[in-house]
């Protein structure tokens, strides 16, 4: 494609790709919310069960598993939508930068421009991207760690 033919800067397919990429990334971002809420009330159906049977014997630990399953659900949702995030910048920043050349190979790609933290250069930082494997202790997972910590106190707490 040529500059002249991209005055319009976004056509009706940059558009829809643009919408179909923050559609990606809102389920994403909602599959990561369902994960936490589906967590909190297995892990606390499993606090109530065990209040409620005399003779448990460590069977609140049971309720580790969901937590550490949830957690390990919720950081691969995190990652996917910090890819996309990515890949949405790498397009707009081919508009930007006027890269008409990248524009045939780029549009409808739905794959995820996954960046560890390692690799990140100073360029890409510039342009708004940002690593997508370092999610594990991020701020809105830190629900899977108190949790985690809180489960195994109360066992050590009721047995």
Avoid at 78 to 103: I, P, Q, T
């Amino acid at each position: 494609m040529k500059e002249d033919e991209r005055k319009n800067l976004f056509n009706d397919d940059d558009r829809q790709y643009i919408e179909m990429l923050q559609g990606n990334i809102e389920r994403m971002a909602g599959n990561s919310a369902k994960c936490k809420s589906w967590m909190v009330t297995i892990v606390s159906s499993l606090i109530a069960l065990q209040c409620s049977i005399k003779d448990s014997n460590w069977w609140l630990l049971l309720g580790i598993l969901p937590i550490v399953l949830f957690w390990y659900l919720d950081v691969y949702y995190l990652h996917l939508e910090r890819g996309m995030r990515n890949l949405e910048a790498v397009f707009l920043n081919m508009f930007r930068d006027k890269e008409f050349g990248k524009y045939e190979e780029n549009l409808f790609n739905f794959k995820p421009y996954k960046i560890k933290k390692k690799d990140l250069t100073e360029k890409q930082k510039k342009q708004g991207l940002v690593a997508t494997n370092d999610r594990w202790f991020s701020e809105s997972v830190i629900l899977y760690g108190a949790s985690f910590f809180g489960v195994v106190i109360l066992s050590l707490a009721l047995n």
